[in-house]
């Protein structure tokens, strides 16, 4: 096994009298891939809301088990709450997913754009939202995170402006002279954030109307210009950075 403690997302209904059961994908994750055996111990996240140190007792591919020794308050989720409306870039998406993920984006909403060059073929959404939530989740039990962020169909940029949340302050990730550097919009104030990051070729007219009548601001990311498919992470590691998210170590597991 890793040298770091696996972490897996459960439900509550896998915790019963101080023992912790894994099945199907994750016991035969831990049985095979990670060759897990009797009196290691892993990290299982009930919920999103309790992390449970777990000795194990039983590893088999179709059942592990173990009890209990352990348990407390999940951590490594950020308190501002970042979505992330994310142009598809022209390269793969899948790594675009899992650095959002790990970065400590809230949701990802994969959007269409004007510029936008892949275009997804609607016949295979099922399955790619299916890929896309997978990577979101093994991203973020690797990273240490409380839950997986939730991945939204494909749908264009008017459309997922429509869906944001009423309360989130709505940024835009542009390369203009009135835009702000974006590690200064962040402050421990803000609650939710939706950012928007256009595809390689940039925002069309379009796209700005339709994020100016949405009352975005706009904000950058400094001189050098980021591919689409890492501009998301980094725009969404400096804005926790700002509000104080990154002032403090992973919480390192009870001894």
Sequence with gaps: MRAGMPRFFIDTSQIEDDRATLIDADAEH???SLRARP????????????????????VTPSRVSGAVVWSRPVSGEP??????????????MDATIEALTVAGAASIRPVLTGR??????PSQAARREERWQAIAREAAQ?????????????????EALAHLPATAHLLACV?????????????????????????EGGL????????AAAGAAYVHLGPRTLPSRLAGAVATALLLAGAGDLDSIAEPPPQ
């Excluded at 390369?175 to 990051?197: C, K, M």
Aim: glycine share 8%; aromatic share 0%; net charge negative.
């Design 30 to 32: 831990l049985a095979r």
């Design 39 to 58: 009196g290691e111990m892993i990290v299982v996240i009930a919920g999103g809301a309790v992390e449970h140190g777990v000795v194990l007792r039983e």
């Design 79 to 92: 308190r501002l709450a970042v979505h992330v409306l994310q142009a598809i870039p022209a390269q793969t």
């Design 116 to 121: 936008t060059v892949v275009r997804p073929d």
């Design 142 to 158: 690797l990273a240490g995170r409380a839950a997986p962020p939730a991945v939204s169909s494909v749908m264009s940029l008017r």
């Design 175 to 199: 390369i203009r002279r009135d835009s702000t550097a974006i590690h200064a919009i962040a402050t421990t104030s803000l609650a939710e954030i939706a950012l928007v990051i256009g595809p």
């Design 204 to 211: 069309d007219g379009a796209d700005l109307d339709a994020l």
